[in-house]
Nanobody, 115 residues
Framework: QVQLVESGGGLVQPGGSLRLSCAAS????????MGWYRQAPGKQREYVGMVTSGGLTSRADSVKGRFSISRDNAKNTMYLQMNSLKPEDTAVYYCYARSGVIDYWGRGTQVTVSS
């Protein structure tokens, strides 16, 4: 079992920055990859990006050049650095951890981009 807790969400103005964190606990040794999805009101959950245990990352086209993903294995924590935020980035952001064929999910953290 893996437990995930997101933090760092909040209200930010357009053009601003936020850093989300996802702290993992439990069977951490079994995690192959971690990543982020987001879900805006009335929309389907959307892939944001991921980082493998080896440090390889990928990001959705919609956030490339603005968002970056990193992972601190010593702290069992993954980060999502979000810059140049836009109102359309408003969503609940969920982190996940993949262990074999099982995905574990956090409860999400709200990000609101508004003036």
């Amino acid at each position: 079992q893996v437990q995930l807790v997101e933090s760092g969400g909040g209200l930010v103005q357009p053009g601003g920055s936020l850093r989300l964190s996802c702290a993992a606990s439990g069977s951490i040794f079994s995690i192959d990859a971690m990543g982020w999805y987001r879900q805006a009101p009335g929309k389907q959950r959307e892939y944001v990006g991921m980082v493998t245990s080896g440090g390889l990352t990928s990001r959705a086209d919609s956030v490339k050049g603005r968002f970056s993903i990193s992972r601190d294995n010593a702290k069992n924590t993954m980060y999502l650095q979000m810059n140049s935020l836009k109102p359309e980035d408003t969503a609940v952001y969920y982190c996940y951890a993949r262990s074999g064929v099982i995905d574990y999910w956090g409860r999400g953290t709200q990000v609101t981009v508004s003036s």
